[in-house]
């Protein structure tokens, strides 16, 4: 595959101005977006080997990753157009690319702004341009209207019952602890981590270990499951604590 050629700036009568610079300096940047966009999905490859066939350093994968997500939200150029007519009402310049990475997380309609989730996306486009949001505001209003949870990292977890819950966490525990230590034998034994940490990692491995045997006590044995019940609650304290003291201390070695 041929090397990428920097985007020449597009013909588009509304990617230039004599007035506003600014306001040619996004929308080309939308159009390069776009436009490597429909590249990578047109080559059919992944991301890295996209990347490496272009020369196209690993630290440029998420921008790809954008790219190629924005061109299959918007690869009809029709709704692409749409998108960069819009103009905020006070400033008068066009949305750049830090609202997009907001309006991609929109994945289902929503009826307020029409039936497709196409029609979501460029509803709360054209409110943020009404209303001049900024990239922030639009965040909130998109979590707040669509019932999203304040956190945006990942789905809310709903185990099905207690006994799952705990099996989930220590199955995760575990793989935490294993790279733990696998990084600690890297560690030059004249850099080892401190003995808060080496404990905080004790810990865990109690807590862990407790809550595996917590899941194969009979139901009809109550008593061994609230002694376990207890000793966690207790290492948990424990491991608060010790992760508190460890986070202070960084933040004064780092200040």
């Known amino acids: 595959m041929p090397k990428l050629k920097p985007k020449k700036p597009s013909s588009d009568p509304t990617a230039s101005t004599k007035t506003d610079p600014k306001v040619a300096q996004i929308l080309d940047t939308l159009q390069s977006h776009w436009d490597i966009g429909r590249d990578i999905i047109a080559s059919k490859l992944t991301i890295k080997v996209f990347a490496k066939e272009n020369e196209i350093p690993e630290q440029a994968l998420r921008t790809l990753r954008f790219r190629r997500a924005f061109y299959l939200a918007y ?9 960069r007519d819009l103009r905020f009402n006070e400033s008068k310049r066009p949305l750049d ?6 309006l991609l997380t929109i994945k289902t309609p929503f009826k307020k702004f029409g039936e497709t989730v196409a ?6 486009a054209e409110h943020a341009a009404k209303n001049d949001l900024s990239p922030a505001q639009l965040h909130d209003l998109i979590k707040r209207e669509c019932g999203r949870p304040e956190s945006s990292h990942g789905r809310k977890y709903r185990p099905r ?3 799952t819950a705990i099996e989930d966490v220590a199955r995760e525990a575990v793989k935490w602890i294993k790279r733990c230590e696998a990084a600690i034998e890297l560690v030059p034994s004249n850099s080892r981590p401190s003995q808060t940490m080496v404990t905080l990692l004790r810990e865990l491995s109690q807590w862990t270990s407790n809550a595996a045997e917590l899941c194969e006590v009979p139901k009809d044995n109550e008593e061994k499951s609230k002694l376990l019940s207890l000793s966690m609650n207790s290492s948990w ?18 200040a």
């Open 97 to 102: 690319s830090s609202y997009i990475k907001y």
């Open 119 to 124: 029609d979501a996306r460029n509803g709360f």
């Open 237 to 254: 304290e424990k491991i608060l604590a010790m992760h508190s003291s460890c986070v202070a201390k960084l933040k004064v070695k780092n």
């Open 75 to 83: 690869k009809s150029k029709s709704e692409f157009q749409r998108f």
């Open 161 to 163: 019952d207690k006994a």
